[in-house]
Structures are given as C-alpha cells and as structure tokens.
C-alpha cells in the first residue's frame, strides 16, 4: 500500500486532465507539475516548464525532485492536429514516454501512462483489454506504441480512457463545450451513434489515486462503469444543468464532415480494474453529478484563475518540503 505525503510529477499540468489531478492530489502529495507552452501557477504545487523532448532536462528534474510516482499526461491529444503532423505527435505522444521510461529504468517510481479510448477502432464496442486494438488516426497509434514504451518498465499502470471535466485552456472538453452551448441558447448537434465511457476527471482522479495506493500495475480499460452516446450525454447534461433539451438534435456522425477517422463505438469494458481494484466505477450520471456539484461550488473559475501567470521560473529549486503542509 503507498503512503500519502509522496512527491509526485505531473506531466501537462497545464492540460486538462493534468490540471485537474493536481487539484485533486494537491493536498495528499507534494506534486511537481510540467507545463510547456501554456504557463501555469497553481498555488499549493511547483510548477515548471519543461519540454519533454529534451531528456536531458527531464533526467536532471528527476533526480533532484525524485518523485515516487509520475502521472504521465502530457501528449498531442486533438486528433486532427495530430494527422495533420505525424512527426511532431510521434515524438511528443511516444519518444517524451520512451524518455521517462528509459529515465526513471530500475527506480522505485510508479508510472501512471494516460492512454485512450482512442487505441480501439470503435467497431465492435464494450471493448475489453484482450480485445485488439486497431487505431484509426495517427493519435490513436501513438498512444499505443506509447503504451508500449511504457510496458518495457514494470512498476506501470496504463488507463485507456475518455473524460471531460475543467479546462485551464481556453478549449473545451465535450461537458464543458456542451454547458456553454446550452447556456447561450444554441443549438447542439448530437451523435446518436457515437458511444463512449467518458468519465469525469476529478473521478478518474480518485480511481488512479486507488490504483497508485493498491499498487497496480499493467494495462486497464479506465471509464465509466455504463456508456451512452454522445446525444444521450448533452441531454444527460441539460437535465442535470436544468436546460431545454429541445436545443439538442440527434445527428448521425457519418453526417459530420470530420477529416480523421473516428471509431463510432468507443464504449468501454471496466470489469478487470473494478475487480482488481474492488471499486465500482462511477455511471456517466454520477460523473456528470459530480462536474455539476464542481461547477455550482465555482471549481471552473478557480481553476482558470490560476492559468498564464506572470511567475518567475524555477523559482522553487531545489525542491526542499514546503513547510506548512
Ligand atoms: N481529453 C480526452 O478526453 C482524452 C481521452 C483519452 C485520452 N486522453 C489522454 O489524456 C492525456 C491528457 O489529455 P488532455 O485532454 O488533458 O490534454 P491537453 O489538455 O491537450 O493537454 C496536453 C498537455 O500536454 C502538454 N505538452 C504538449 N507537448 C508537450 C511537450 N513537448 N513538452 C511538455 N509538455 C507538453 C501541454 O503543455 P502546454 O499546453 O503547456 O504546451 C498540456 O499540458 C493525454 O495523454 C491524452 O492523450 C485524453
């Protein structure tokens, strides 16, 4: 069982999942967290910029911080961006994880590795860890072969997941896209036939938090425990939210102009990590409770009034305890 108090590094704690587990971890561990081009001060942790490219940097931050345990977020994760620059995405979404891996090699670290739904192609659905996986776009193959550097080390947990929750940035996750569309009164377009097991990622949070302390390792499909399709969501979101669902029209997603392919079925199995684990994951319902709970106790202001700071770099090193923790 690990303690609580460890030092922890966080990879992209200025994206949106990254952010959000910082919130959540911050005041069980002493986290690091690694911004690149969006700059981010958020008080209670370190943060730091860091190219993930340059392992040299990456080598030096680890041995002075060590951290016994990295939540590896970081990565090139709009689907279109990446098709459109497959070099680029295959050095940040697999040789950045080669370079932790080969660095943190034969260390007392736990590796978390966020992979995604996004590995499977979204034919068959329900999709389990035995099942193949067969990524359609160049993201979703560079998370796997991701997930493959990551499996050279055995101290590892790999989550293929999907999840919405509170941008630092200004993009939006889907819940977050949905809200706004909703509030300014225009219209949705749903795909009634695009499923998923998103889960929210103060949710998800809790899982990898239970996983790091249950000492797990290898590769876990890590959702909800039901799925619904997109349309089904946005209504789900209008409901808790109080807003007219007549704003929200069912589409097909063959009807969407998307240049990258995208599996239609991205619903997930998440039998073996509730039983490994002996935890019950949260319903899309309950996720979406939970992002609404977050939104009317002012969690998305909080968290975007700590983006783009003017801070000074490095200021932090070397990296003593805080003292009033
Ligand atoms: N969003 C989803 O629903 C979803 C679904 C499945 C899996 N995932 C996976 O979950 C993880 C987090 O996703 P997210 O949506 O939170 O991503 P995100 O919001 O797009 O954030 C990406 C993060 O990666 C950082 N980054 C990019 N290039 C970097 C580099 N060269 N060096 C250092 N940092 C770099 C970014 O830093 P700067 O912005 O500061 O440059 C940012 O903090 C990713 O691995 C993604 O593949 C996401």
Request: proline share 3%; aromatic share 10%.
């Amino acid at each position: 069982m690990k303690k609580n108090n460890e030092r922890m590094l966080i990879t992209g704690v200025s994206g949106l999942l990254g952010n959000n587990l910082a919130y959540y971890f911050k005041n069980k561990h002493e986290i690091l967290g690694f911004y690149c081009s969006h700059p981010v001060s958020i008080a209670g942790i370190k943060t730091e910029k860091l190219d993930l490219l340059d392992k040299s940097s990456i080598k030096k931050v680890i041995q002075e911080f060590k951290p016994s345990i990295i939540i590896h977020c970081a990565s090139l994760a709009n689907v279109d961006q990446c098709e459109n620059a497959p070099e680029i995405t295959y050095k940040i979404n697999v040789l950045s994880t080669k370079n932790i891996v080969e660095i943190i090699a034969n260390k007392d670290i736990t590796l978390v590795y966020i992979s995604s739904d996004s590995v499977y192609d979204g034919v068959l659905g329900n999709f389990s860890e035995t099942d193949n996986v067969n990524p359609l776009n160049c993201y979703g193959r560079t998370k796997y072969e991701g997930e493959l550097e990551v499996l050279k080390e055995e101290n590892c947990i790999i989550l293929r997941t999907n999840f919405f929750g509170w941008n630092i940035q200004d993009k939006k996750s889907l819940g977050e896209w949905m809200l706004d569309e909703l509030k300014a009164g225009r219209q949705i377009k749903g795909f009634k036939d695009a499923y998923f097991s998103s889960i929210y990622t103060f949710e998800l949070a809790k899982v990898i938090d239970i996983a790091i302390q249950n000492q797990l390792s290898g590769v876990y499909n890590c959702g909800s425990a039901d799925s619904c399709s997109k349309y089904e969501f946005s209504l789900k979101i209008a409901d808790r939210f109080s807003f007219e669902r007549t704003l929200i029209v069912p589409i097909s997603i063959d009807d969407f102009p998307f240049k990258v392919k995208r599996g239609k079925n991205l619903s997930l199995n998440v039998s073996k990590l509730q039983k490994s684990l002996d935890y019950m994951l949260p319903t899309i319902d309950q996720s979406i409770d939970e992002f609404y709970k977050d939104y009317r106790c002012g969690l998305p202001k909080k968290i975007m009034q700590n983006r783009f700071e003017t801070r000074k770099e490095s200021s932090f090193l070397p990296y003593g305890r805080p003292k009033h923790r």
